[in-house]
């Protein structure tokens, strides 16, 4: 079992684009299984690969209760959006911060498992918006970015306050 560290907002790593994975193989099975513990052990319902500063595209999601319907998703793709919902949405990387953002209620997504083998499939609810969520965090966006300015601005004040009073 193996905990990443997980980069915290406003850390410019969070901005990088992720990199497209060329095959699965046991080094990307290993940061899934890394990543699923550390998602689990934060705890959370969804880890998308640049958060532990590892820059490729590769997300991790489970929103069960029970911890046991991991969905690891290589090189996603949103394929359809439709309908709007606003689902509050916390962050790994932005502790403590929960805040209503606006995406699309329904998605058809492709990308490959953990084995390497291709999948479409299709989400609403709380699982489209983690998807879409982790997927931002692909291209090097970060949820709080959909705020206001001033918003963002006392997030970050926020967590730098934590992070002087953690010292």
Not at 46 to 75: K, P
Not at 79 to 85: D, Q
Not at 92 to 107: C, F
Request: charged share 25%; glycine share 6%.
């Amino acid at each position: 079992m193996a905990i990443l560290p997980i980069l915290r907002y406003p850390d410019a790593r969070l901005h990088k684009t992720a990199a497209r994975v060329t095959r699965v193989d046991e080094k990307i099975r290993k940061l899934i299984k890394d990543m699923a513990d550390t998602m689990y052990a934060a705890p959370g319902i969804g880890l998308a690969a640049t958060q532990v500063d590892a820059h490729l595209r590769v997300i991790v999601i489970d929103i069960s209760e029970t911890h046991d319907q991991l969905h690891a998703l290589v090189n996603p793709e949103l394929l359809e959006a439709s309908g709007e919902a606003d689902c509050e949405e916390g962050c790994l990387s932005v502790p403590g911060v929960y805040e209503k953002v606006r995406r699309a209620q329904h998605i058809k997504v492709r990308a490959w498992d953990a084995q390497g083998a291709g999948q479409t499939f299709e989400a609403d609810g709380l699982l489209a918006a983690c998807i879409q969520h982790e997927m931002d965090h692909l291209v090097g966006k970060v949820f709080v970015e959909y705020l206001s300015r001033l918003k963002q601005q006392r997030i970050i004040a926020r967590l730098k306050k934590q992070l002087r009073q953690a010292m």
